[in-house]
């Protein structure tokens, strides 16, 4: 395999990695959300700073991995990566959670 392909397949790996990686950190989000209830304007504040730092990763991905050149499947594989996560992983731990939280009350 050449040192260029080689290249390539390690930015699609990183790429579906940190995109696992940004919805793991959001399902992080939304289990605090869920055990400790927010109102929508700091709901809305969280995402904001979610959406930001997730750009910015992605946008350092492409920075040093990449010499910064744009690329469409380096972005898709970042949501393929978040989809993966959420429908294998994400949903299966959200569904315990949620028994879980029977048991479990956080009083204000």
């Not at 392909?5 to 939304?30: H, Q």
């Not at 055990?35 to 995402?47: E, K, Q, R």
Request: aromatic share 22%.
């Amino acid at each position: 395999m050449s040192t260029y392909l080689a290249m390539e397949v390690r930015l699609v790996w990183m790429s579906f990695v940190l995109g696992c990686i940004l919805m793991a950190s959001y399902d992080l989000l939304r289990w605090f959300r869920f055990f400790v209830p927010h109102g929508l304007v700091w709901t809305g504040i969280a995402d904001f700073f979610y959406w930001i730092c997730a750009a910015v990763m992605t946008c350092l991905l492409l920075f040093y991995d990449d010499s910064g050149i744009v690329r469409a499947y380096v972005i898709a594989c970042v949501f393929f990566g978040m989809i993966f996560y959420d429908k294998i992983i994400g949903r299966n731990v959200f569904h315990l959670l949620k028994k879980l939280k029977k048991w479990y009350k956080i009083k204000r």
